[in-house]
C-alpha cells in the first residue's frame, strides 16, 4: 500500500489475517467502518474492502509484509502503547489521522483489540528459533499438483470445476430424505455431464476409460462422501456388475439407462448372515426349466440382502447374488438382475424393502434390506458371461473348476478396492489440509516478550501431522500403481493384483482412520464444530474399513496370497533353505546384520534409499518365511490346515502390512526418481525418508527383537524423524495446497 492514508490500516489488517482473532461479525464491523469514513475515496474504500474478502485472502507474503512493516515501525518507536499509534506513526503522523482518534480507539474497542495485551501480539523478540520458524515455498505448487494428477488431470479439473458450482454447494439439512434426494440430483448432474458412464464401452453410450472413472471417484471425494457412495453404487457396483458379469444383451439393454441414471440399481450380495464369506450366501436362484425363469427366494429372515446402497428409496433393479438352484444340485454363487421397483417406484410383489435408518454416517446413501419371496426372473436375466443354463436345461461353464469360476468372476468386481482407498486417501488429504493449514496460522504460547507462535513450529505438533502427510502421499503414488496394474492386468496376474488391490484398501482405510483422527484433535475444539467438515469426514469414512471388505479379513487374504508364491517349496524347506530364502529375495546379505551395520548411526546412512528399501523387504520376507515355517510345523503336527491359519492369523497380518509398507515406499521411490524437477524432487525425497524412517521407528520392536538393529541405532531414528519433520514444516502448507482442493469444497472456515 502506497497511499500513506490506508497505511494505518495495516496493523488492523494484520491483525484479522494472522490468527483467528475476528470473527465474521468483527469482519463486518470493520468494512462498515471503512464505508463511513468520508475522508476516503470512494476507490480508497474499494481496495480496503478487497483486503477483507474471505474467499480471496492475502497470500503469505503480503501477510509477512505487513508484519514487517510493523516491526520497523515498533522498533523505531519503543513507546507505542497501542493499534493506533502505530497506525499515526504509518500516517507520517498526519494531522488528519490525529484527528480520527476518537473514532478508531473505538474501533478497537468494538472488535476487542485495545490494551497492552494486544501488543504483545506485534511484538517479537526474534531470538527463538522456534518463534522466527517460517513457512516458506520452495518449489512451484502447481508443477506438484500436475504430477500429482498425472494422466488424468483433465478429467480431475472438470470435477473440480462441476461440483465447485452453485447447486452442489453443502446440504444442511438434518432432514435424511432431503440429504437423500440432494445427493440423487447431484448424480442425475454427473450423469448429464457424461461422468456415470465413464469406464463403459463407447457403444453403449460411454467413456471406456475405467481409469478416469477412479479419477472421478476420488476428486468427488472432496466434496461429499454421500455424492461418492452413491455414485459408485450407482454407476461402480450396479454398472459394473453388468458390465463384468453379463454380456452383449444386457450391455444393449441396459448399460445406456444405467450410465445416465435412467435405471437405478443396486448391488445386492452382503447377507444378514453373510458379509465376507461370499461363497456362504443363502439366498437362492431355482431354475424351473419348463417357464424358463429363475426363482428368487430369502429362506429365512437372516438371509435377507443388507445395507444394500439405493435399496431403501432409489433403486429400481438388483444384482443379486444367490446360489443357483438346478434340480437338487448347488452350483454355488451366480448373478441376477432382478427389478425391485416399478417405473413409478412402487415396489414390485413379492419384494420387501425396508430402510437401514439412519447411519453413523453416508446418511445420503439410502441404504436398505431386501428380501425376496419366490420372485420370478426370465432366464435371460441370469448375468452369464461365466457360467449359464443351456437350451436343456443344463449348466454350463467355460470355467470347469467351481472355485476358479467363482474367483475369477468375484476378480471381476475389484475396480471397487481400488476406489474406495482413493476415495479414502482424498478425505485424508482434505483432512491433512484443514488441520495443517490451520495449525500455521493458529496462535499459542511463545516466547517471554515475544508473539505467540504457530503451533505447526511447536515439534510435537508436527510429530502429529507431518509422518501422516509423508504417508499420505505415499499411498497416493502407491494407488497410482495398483491403478496402473489393474488397467494393464493379463489374467495370470490377477491373484496378485487382487490381492494388492484388497491390502491397498486396508492399508489406506486405516491410514484415514487415523489422519482424520489425529486431525481432530490437532484442531482442538475447532474440529467439533461441524462447520469445519472433519466430524463429517470422520463419520463418513469410518466405515470404509468395513465396506468392499472387512480390513482384518482384506490382510489375512493379502497374506495367504503372500504364501501362494512360498507354497510349492516351503513344504520341503528346512531352517537353513528358510534363511536363504529370506536373505536372497529381500536382496539382502548376512553382513546387514553385523555390529557395524546394526548400530550404524550416520546420517548418510539413515536417509539413504537403499537402507530403507533394505530393511523393509527384509521385514517382509522374514515374516513370511517365519509364518510359512510355522504353518508347515503346525501342520507336520497333526493340526488340521484351517485350525492352524487360525493359530498364525495374527503373524497373516504381520505378513500383509510387511508387504504392502514394502510396495509403497517401494513406489513412492518410483515415483520420485520420474520427477524432473530438483526442487520438487528434494521435498519429495524428504517425505519418502520420513515415511520411510516412521513407519521403521512404528516397527521398531520387531527389528530389535530380530537383531536387525540396535537400540543406539533405533534412537537415533528417532531424533531424525523429529529432524525431517523439522525440515519440513515451511514447506507444510503448499505441500497440502499441492492437493489443489477447490475452496468450495474444503470449505471449513479454520483453513482459510
Known sequence: MENSKLKIFIPLLYLVWSDDLLTQKEFLTLQNFILSQTWLSAEEQKELISKLDTQSPPSRAQINDWKSTIDIVLKENNSIKSVFEISLVMSGNNPLIKDLSTDFIKLENDLGISGLEIMDHFKTTGSTLTASYQGVTNFEIEKLTKILDGEQALIINKVKSIISRPEFAYETSTDTAIYRDKVYEWCKILAEEDLGNMAYPKEYGGG????????????????????????????????????????????????????????????????????SNVKGLETTATYDHNNQTFTIHTPHEKAQKEYIGNAAVHGKMATVFAKLIIGDIDYGVNAFMVPIRDSNSVILQGISINDCGRKMGLNGVDNGTISFDQVVIPKENMLDRFASVNEKGDFESPIPSDNRRFFTMLGTLVGGRIGIPRSALAAAKSGLTIAIKYSDKRRQFGPEKGPEVPILNYRIHQRRLLPKLAKTYAIHFALQYVTSRFMARSESEMPEIEALAAGMKAYSTWNTTAVLQECREACGGKAYLSENRIDALKNDTEVYTTFEGDNTVLMQLVAKNRLSEFRKSFGQMDARGIIQYVYENAKTVISEKNPIATRNTEES??????????????????????????????????????????????????????????????????????????????????LSQLYALSQIEINKGWYLEDGYMEAVKTKAIRKMVNQLCWDIRPEAVSLVEAFNIPDSCLSAPIAF
Request: with cysteine; net charge negative; proline share 1%.
Open 208 to 275: 471406456d476409460n475405467i481409469a478416469a472413472y477412479f479419477a472421478i471417484m476420488e476428486t468427488l471425494s472432496y466434496h461429499d462422501l454421500s455424492l461418492v457412495i452413491k455414485f459408485g453404487v450407482q454407476f461402480g457396483l450396479w454398472g459394473m456388475s453388468i458390465h463384468s458379469l453379463g454380456t452383449e444383451k444386457h450391455y444393449a439393454k441396459y448399460l445406456k439407462d444405467i450410465g445416465t441414471l435412467r435405471l437405478p440399481g443396486c448391488f445386492a450380495m452382503t447377507e444378514t448372515n453373510h458379509g
Open 605 to 686: 546412512h539413515l536417509l539413504d534409499d537403499n537402507f530403507h528399501l533394505s530393511a523393509f523387504q527384509y521385514r517382509e520376507k522374514t515374516t513370511l518365511a517365519s509364518a510359512a515355517k510355522r504353518l508347515k510345523k503346525l501342520i507336520d503336527s497333526g493340526l488340521d490346515p484351517y485350525d492352524a491359519f487360525n493359530v498364525v492369523q495374527h503373524q497373516m497380518i504381520d505378513v500383509a502390512q510387511a508387504y504392502l509398507e514394502r510396495t509403497v515406499l517401494e513406489q513412492f521411490l518410483v515415483a520420485i526418481a520420474s520427477i524432473e524437477d530438483q526442487n520438487i524432487k528434494t521435498v519429495m525425497k524428504k
